[in-house]
Structure formats: structure tokens, C-alpha cells
């Protein structure tokens, strides 16, 4: 018998469980990172960074163990989500998650980061690479399914340098941080693309804008891990963050007035990216302006996550999460309605 609230314990409600529900794991690792490079860079007590990190792993344990059952008893549903053209780029969501748990165990546990680093590393290989065949094989691919959603692989694999250098893995570091670096731009040209010259995004992927930011943010601390120090291409990937940010701040009032739906973490992770990076690159170079800024972004990025969690679980509390997606032709009546 199906609940009509909380999780979804009732099979009518398993079978919708989204696999971005791992987006939820990812801004939390990020407010984490960010956490503990305030910790270090600001003075913040380490309290903070341990209580996130927790939270981080009791939300990839919780959501893993659905998505699991999911995969166990309704393998068709799955495959369905991998065979969809927006939906398969949240797949690498789970070795993101894992590879963001390795770097948060990194003050804590030396053997449990390298552990989680290396299960990332190799699931997020196998998922990029499958990804990516899935893009250039045969499937028939239309512009209304590409969307910023589409830089999550791409981002993964710029996460694994952040743990894979201080764990001793240079090539493979290297390795992964090329291949983000080269489909970002790619995918980067294909999506403006897209959004000037073709239909809007549908509202409830709008928010999936703010992923734009997190490449050329993660790129950033990445690359510093990789080199240990500043230079000019390090200032470039901070000042095109910026501008991404900038772009999408002037989008945010129309994001706002959307109503809520699980894309809205998006907005959760690049923030927390941006917030890591202008807090490395503000305590490289001395410059007071971008620690300043830095510490307004952590408030806002702490805001943004709680109010995040707080209308998830009201969302979950009202069974208003995990139900199937309307039909294309009721959205776009609906679209029409409000408008």
C-alpha cells in the first residue's frame, strides 16, 4: 500500500525516485568544502564543516539505499532515467557524491577518503565514458533536451585532482581534470547555442541555469591542487565564474518566482563552488575584497541550503516528491495557464 507522504516507501512512489535526487548530496559536499576552507582561511570552528560533512554522508547512505531498492525491484524504471536525454546526465551524481565524501574525509580519515576517492574515480570514469558514448552513438538527440544539466559529467571529472593530488595520484589527477577541461567548452558552445537560439528551457529545468557556474569554479580549485599556486589561467577560470554568476543573478528574480521542484538544488552546488574558490583565491593573494566577498557568499550559501532542505522536506512531508512527470502536452497547457 502506497503513503501519500514522507519517503517513498510505497512502490507507486519508489519507482518515481529520481536519480538527481544525488544533487542533494552534492551541495551539501560543496557547503562542506567551503565549511572547512573557511575554517582554515576565515577562522570558522571546525564544528560547522564536521556537522555538514555528516549530514553529507547520512544523505548519500539515505538516498543511495532508495535509489538501490529502486534498482532492485523496478530495473525497468532505471534504465528508463538512463535512456532519457536529460536524465542520464545526473548519473554521474553518484560518483560526484562520492568523490565530494572523499575530500570531506580528508581532515578526518585519511584510509576513508582514499577509499571513497578511488571508488569515485572509477565509477565516474565508467560513467563519463558511458555518457559520452551515449551522446555520440545512436540515439537521436534534439535541442530541447540539452541543457546546462548536461555539464554534470564534465564537472565530475574536474572534482577528482581536489583528493587525487593530496592522495598521490598525479596522472590520474591530470587525466581527468583534461577531459573535463576539453567537454566544458564543448558542451559550454553547444548550450549557448541552445538557450540563444532555440525554445527557452522548460520552467522546472530554469534553476539548472546556476550549473553553468560550477565548471570554470571547480576548475579552479582543482587547478590549484594540481599546481599549488596561482597563475594566469587560475585568474581566468575565477573571472569567467564571476561571469557566469553574474549572468545568472540577473536571471534569479524569474528563477525565484518559479514554483519549487528537486532542480532547485541546483542552485546549491556552483554556489558552493563559487564560495570555495573566491576563499583559495582571496587567501593566495592577500586580496581583502574577495575574502570579504567570499564570506558574503558562504551567508548566502548557507541560507540558500537550509532554505533548500527546509521546502524538501515540506515537499516530501506533503507527497508532492517522487510522482511521475506530467505529459509533455499538460506542461506546456500549464505553461500556458500561468502565463
Sequence with gaps: MENTAGWPTGEGRLVHFPVAFFSVVMGLGGLTLALHAAHGILGLPTLFATIAFLATAGAFLLIGFFYLLKLIRHPGAVRGEWNHPVKIAFFPAISISLLLLAVCALPHSHPLA????????????????????????????????????????????????????????????WFFFSMGLLFWIVLLTLVVNR??????????????????IAPPAVGLVAYIALVGRLDHFAHVLLELAYVFAIIVLIQLPKLLRLPFSMSFWALSFPLAALTSATLKYGALTGSGFHLHLAQGLLAVLVLTITVLAWRTLMAIARGEICRPEPA????AQAGAQRS
Design 114 to 173: 582514499h577509499g571513497l576517492w578511488l571508488v569515485g574515480t572509477a565509477l565516474q570514469g565508467v560513467l563519463a565514458f558511458a555518457v559520452i558514448t551515449s551522446w555520440i552513438g545512436h540515439r537521436s538527440f534534439q535541442h530541447p533536451h540539452l541543457g546546462p544539466a548536461w555539464f554534470i559529467p564534465a564537472v565530475g571529472n574536474v572534482i577528482v585532482p581536489i583528493a587525487g593530488m593530496a592522495l598521490g595520484y598525479a596522472e590520474t589527477s
Design 328 to 331: 509533455p502536452g499538460r506542461q
Design 195 to 212: 538557450l540563444i537560439f532555440h525554445d527557452p528551457l522548460p520552467a522546472r529545468l530554469q534553476p539548472t541555469l546556476v550549473i553553468l
